[in-house]
T-cell receptor, first 112, second 115 residues
Framework: TQLLEQSPQFLSIQEGENLTVYCNSS?????LQWYRQEPGEGPVLLVT?????EVKKLKRLTFQFGDARKDSSLHITAAQPGDTGLYLCAGLWANAGNMLTFGGGTRLMVKP | KAGVTQTPRYLIKTRGQQVTLSCSPISGHRSVSWYQQTPGQGLQFLFE???????NKGNFPGRFSGRQFSNSRSEMNVSTLELGDSALYLC??????????????FGPGTRLTVL
């Protein structure tokens, strides 16, 4: 079974703080995606990383893909209440077509 | 473009019954995937359909089945419902590239409660 471990599961921080979410596997991904899901809605894609060592930035969000393509991180700078939500990483393996394997998710709450 | 739509949004059934959920993909998308989301297991892949054919299948019992129609709309069916089938069922549509991959756009889900 291919597993994606995401940590932490829960995070409650004050507005303005920084945070990092981690996504790890023992298997190599062909690509990894990060999603954000809000209550009553489906996940929305934030970014896709493909190349080992790749770093992508989306405003205050920074995504890194590990050199060996087995792990990834999401760093949020100066978190705001609008960042509150469920963050999910999802991996695509080379022999699995378009089938996504999701991590367990990180539920983030940013208090004003 | 309209997004992925799923019907119904909420459903309550009793054990032993069966249920059919519907998904209409984004216009032009021919790939539809289904996922189950529960607090304990998170998001798990059920199956993917492309051009009316099942391309991939997750590790779920045979009670879970699906199909896709010529207009790319998809349905999933769960027979002999169990309490553990209570979940949010998400549908995602994609426009696939030559490698058979593409960004997945998720619908809002169908919340199924089994009593």
């Amino acid at each position: 079974t291919q597993l994606l471990e995401q940590s932490p599961q829960f995070l409650s921080i004050q507005e303005g703080e920084n945070l990092t979410v981690y996504c790890n596997s023992s298997s190599v991904f062909s690509s990894l995606q990060w999603y954000r899901q809000e209550p009553g809605e489906g996940p929305v894609l934030l970014v896709t990383v493909v190349t080992g060592g790749e770093v992508k930035k989306l405003k205050r969000l920074t995504f890194q893909f590990g050199d060996a393509r087995k792990d990834s991180s999401l760093h949020i700078t100066a978190a705001q209440p609008g960042d509150t939500g469920l963050y999910l990483c999802a991996g695509l393996w080379a022999n699995a077509g378009n089938m996504l394997t999701f991590g367990g998710g990180t539920r983030l709450m940013v208090k004003p | 473009k309209a997004g992925v739509t799923q019907t119904p949004r909420y459903l309550i059934k009793t054990r032993g019954q069966q249920v059919t959920l519907s998904c209409s993909p984004i216009s032009g998308h021919r790939s539809v995937s289904w996922y189950q989301q529960t607090p304990g297991q998170g998001l798990q892949f059920l199956f993917e359909y492309f051009s009316e054919t099942q391309r991939n299948k997750g590790n779920f019992p045979g009670r879970f089945s699906g199909r896709q129609f010529s207009n790319s709309r998809s349905e999933m069916n769960v027979s002999t419902l169990e309490l553990g089938d209570s979940a949010l069922y998400l549908c995602a549509s994609s426009f696939l590239d030559r490698a058979g991959r593409g960004e997945q756009f998720f619908g809002p889900g169908t919340r199924l409660t089994v009593l």
